[in-house]
């Protein structure tokens, strides 16, 4: 147990960063005290009471670990972390290239430490058309870290903002990668000319952005009220 500190490092190491090769490309390392941009992360899930968080692509499980362990801190009635991955689904042109979850075993470290992630395994539109769509699912915090082409990034961000809720917020993994043929950082581009959303790009590793849609004097009173309620996200079962 941590002295004097706000971060349990037994707990970070134990549970955060363990058996994740992939969190180094989020500042972090394999079994690290260090969470980098894993704070960033944590915090919104945390700070924004997110009811309904959704991970979209994860290499290890770093980013729906801290989504769901800041509900766990929150005691957030019916909250919900959804991980939609398409793993063996995915081409393997672009399976080469990105790689595959290291989680995918049943009886994975990711699996033992957070069994109560729903994982999804399916394409993200499949998902979207097959899931989220049918079930009225309103999200509170999104992460897209799925297909890194710009095509795919860009499709991703298309179909999921949709279901953000106005006081969501959105972040976008690889956005400083600028290594062919990642496409994010030229959708990011896209999302600030849009003139839509605030941007805020950290150059932690390979780049996570902030994105939060610019509201009206009376859409943000609202939002901040409704931040105030118990559950500011919903899930209707269809």
Not at 28 to 35: C, F, I, K
Not at 99 to 126: A, Q
């Amino acid at each position: 147990m941590s002295i004097n500190t706000l971060l349990n490092m037994d707990f970070i190491t134990s549970m955060l960063t363990v058996d994740d090769p992939w969190c180094s490309s989020h500042g972090s390392d394999n079994g690290s005290e260090n969470l980098s941009a894993g704070m960033l992360y944590y915090a919104l899930a945390y700070s924004t009471r997110a009811h309904i968080c959704v991970c979209l692509g994860s290499g290890g499980g770093f980013v729906p670990r801290l989504m769901r362990q800041a509900q766990r801190d929150l005691n957030v009635e019916g909250g919900r972390t959804f991980l939609v991955d398409g793993a063996q689904n995915v081409s393997r042109e672009r399976k080469d290239i990105w790689g595959s979850p290291y989680w995918i075993d049943e009886d994975s470290t990711f699996r033992n430490n957070y069994p109560d992630i729903e994982i999804v395994l399916k394409l993200t539109e499949d998902a979207f058309n097959e899931v989220f769509l049918p079930n009225n699912i309103s999200i509170d915090y999104l992460h897209i870290d799925a297909d890194h082409h710009y095509d795919g990034a860009k499709r991703d961000w298309d179909l999921y903002r949709t279901l953000v809720s106005d006081n969501g917020v959105i972040t976008l993994h690889d956005t400083t990668n600028y290594r062919e043929p990642c496409g994010v950082p030229q959708l990011v581009d896209e999302i600030r000319e849009s003139g839509e959303y605030d941007i805020v790009n950290f150059p932690l590793a390979y780049g996570t952005a902030i994105a939060k849609k610019i509201l009206t004097v009376d859409e943000n009173i609202a939002a901040s009220r409704a931040s105030r309620s118990s559950t500011p996200g919903q899930w209707k079962q269809g």
